[in-house]
């Protein structure tokens, strides 16, 4: 006897289902509720949705063996970005997207153009397609009531999470104010990590910014600088900026600012007033001259294409002493400063004439740890791949073992780890 395992689960399936064997109506006083995260229909179900699914299903079937009432419901979560995003995509005709949808999902040319709207995509996905989600569900045999079947886009469902919020803004349990969340652009919102069609990778990173001013008044321009490193601003000595990217002079919380015209916006996500007031390239910021807030001197902005203006700010503050990648880009600026003079009008000797200032001391260096790092690894040029690695190596060894050197006064002698808090405050 052949055994078709399709045959014989399909007859069963319809059998459960004309019985309603997992229709529950629980009303006694111990009914136990499953429940899982909504799946997503972007696309089509895959074979880790089978897994996510299996999972409770086998724990519904074992309470009701126990004797249990189980109320196992599903639900669909068709809001948020990815859905809308790839409707988009659709409208404009993009190959990977339908590459994706024809390929994976094996949807044909003729349903692509039905999925016009987020609802049209997601009931697709939900119901219709030859990977739908309620067709791969019931081919498991998932032991789900689907008369209890809902979407997050539901009147009644919208209304109960409102409740959940309200009821916790009456028990003083909701505290409105800044968090860093993963941010749409385009549909200018906060999206969690599911809600991204791309760019599930990226990273909050929390920059120390400090004010370097064109000056030692408080109301001189500032040039704001972005750092992980919040003790080192002792020993900046020089700033960079790409001379062919675009900067501005923009009003910023009721200070004047220069930054990256890509800076803008960022600070203008982050709850702060910016108004621009005038762009220009970054060549005119080179030979400008700026004052550090620890300090109290002055130094000079440089150029380097290796800048990223997208990145922080766009001004970016050299720590050569222990910054393997600032000691070199210093050491190339200094063989270079002929050709920077010419260029930018800024004083060959003065550039030659900037040298690492070390803030802290740490065993197996010298006093210059940045140096010994990148002559140890033969590193010879910022082109070098293997410079990230040896900053990065550096960075940490400074982090666990460096001491601080005597000019910190209180935290003279202290391991960096212990008190890097202490400097972002």
Not at 28 to 53: A, K
Not at 193 to 196: E, R, T
């Given at each position: 006897m052949d055994y078709e395992p399709q045959?014989?689960?399909?007859?069963?399936?319809?059998?459960?289902?004309?019985e309603?064997?997992?229709?529950?109506?629980?009303?006694?006083?111990?009914?136990?509720?499953?429940?899982?995260?909504?799946?997503?229909?972007?696309?089509?179900?895959?074979?880790?949705?089978?897994?996510?699914?299996t999972v409770p299903d086998v724990y519904a079937r074992y309470?009701?063996?126990?004797?249990?009432?189980?109320?196992?419901?599903?639900?669909?979560?068709?809001t948020g970005t990815p859905i809308v995003g790839a409707v988009e995509r659709l409208r404009e005709g993009d190959e990977d997207q339908i590459d994706s949808l024809q390929g994976a999902f094996n949807v044909p040319e003729s349903d692509l153009q039905s999925l016009e709207t987020p609802m049209e995509y997601a009931r697709y996905f939900i119901e219709e397609g030859e990977s739908s989600y309620k067709r791969g569900m019931r081919q498991l045999g998932l032991s789900i009531d689907w008369r209890r079947e809902f979407t997050t886009n539901d009147d009644r469902y919208s209304k109960f999470v409102a409740w959940q919020y309200e009821t916790l803004e009456d028990q003083g349990l909701l505290e409105q104010g800044l968090h860093p969340v993963d941010f749409c652009t385009n549909e200018r919102q906060p999206v969690t990590?599911?809600?991204?069609l791309e760019g599930e990778d990226a990273e909050h990173q929390e920059f120390t910014l400090v004010r370097f001013r064109q000056g030692v008044d408080d109301d001189a321009t500032v040039y704001p600088m972005a750092t992980l490193r919040p003790e080192t601003i002792r020993g900046v000595t020089n700033a960079y900026v790409h001379p062919e990217a675009t900067y501005v002079r923009a009003s910023v919380d009721g200070e004047e600012w220069v930054v990256s015209e890509a800076a803008t916006e960022k600070l203008d996500l982050q709850g702060r007033s910016v108004a621009v007031e005038k762009r220009f390239a970054g060549a005119d910021l080179v030979g400008e001259r700026v004052t550090n807030p620890v300090t109290g001197e002055s130094f000079p902005i440089l150029p380097a294409t290796f800048v990223d203006a997208d990145n922080a700010t766009g001004v970016v503050m050299s720590v050569p002493a222990h910054s393997p990648d600032d000691y070199v880009a210093l050491s190339e600026a200094k063989a270079d400063a002929d050709r920077i003079e010419a260029e930018y009008g800024v004083d060959a000797d003065e550039i030659r004439a900037v040298e690492p200032v070390p803030i802290l001391e740490i065993e197996g260096y010298g006093?210059?740890?940045?140096?010994?790092?990148?002559?140890t690894a033969g590193v010879e040029s910022s082109d070098d791949p293997e410079l990230g690695a040896v900053t990065e190596e550096l960075y940490q060894d400074e982090f666990l073992s460096g001491r601080l050197l005597e000019d910190y006064g209180e935290f003279a002698g202290e391991v960096v780890e212990d008190v890097r808090e202490e400097f972002r405050d």
């Open positions: 045959d014989i689960e399909a007859r069963w399936r319809e059998r459960w289902a004309q309603g064997r997992y229709e529950a109506d629980p009303d006694g006083p111990d009914p136990t509720f499953i429940t899982v995260p909504y799946p997503y229909p972007s696309g089509g179900m895959h074979l880790g949705h089978c897994r996510t699914y309470r009701r063996l126990q004797g249990d009432t189980v109320l196992f419901p599903i639900a669909w979560h068709v990590d599911h809600d991204l006093e210059i740890p940045a140096r010994d790092a990148v002559e």
